[in-house]
Structures are given as C-alpha cells and as structure tokens.
C-alpha cells in the first residue's frame, strides 16, 4: 500500500485533497517497487 500526503492531513473525508506533485511521488515509488520485483 502506497499513502500520499492530503493537504492540511484530512484523511477519508470529503474534502480530502491531494497535490498532483504528491499522486506523482506516491506513483513514482509504486513504480519502483513494481520495477525491483520483477528485476530481483
């Protein structure tokens, strides 16, 4: 499971925001992990 950072830490609530630049971060390690795994 990947978390990303919402702004202002609300999590599971209707306003819940995340940045863009953070959804690419949380992306990038997923992509990492997928890439370590299939290289190992």
Known sequence: MT???SVQG???WPA???TW???EAG???LLAMVH???TD
Do not use: G, K, Q, Y
């Open 3 to 5: 978390f990303v950072p």
């Open 10 to 12: 609300r999590s599971r």
């Open 16 to 18: 819940e925001l995340s």
């Open 21 to 23: 630049e953070d959804i």
């Open 27 to 29: 992306a990038d390690v």
């Open 36 to 38: 370590a795994l299939a």
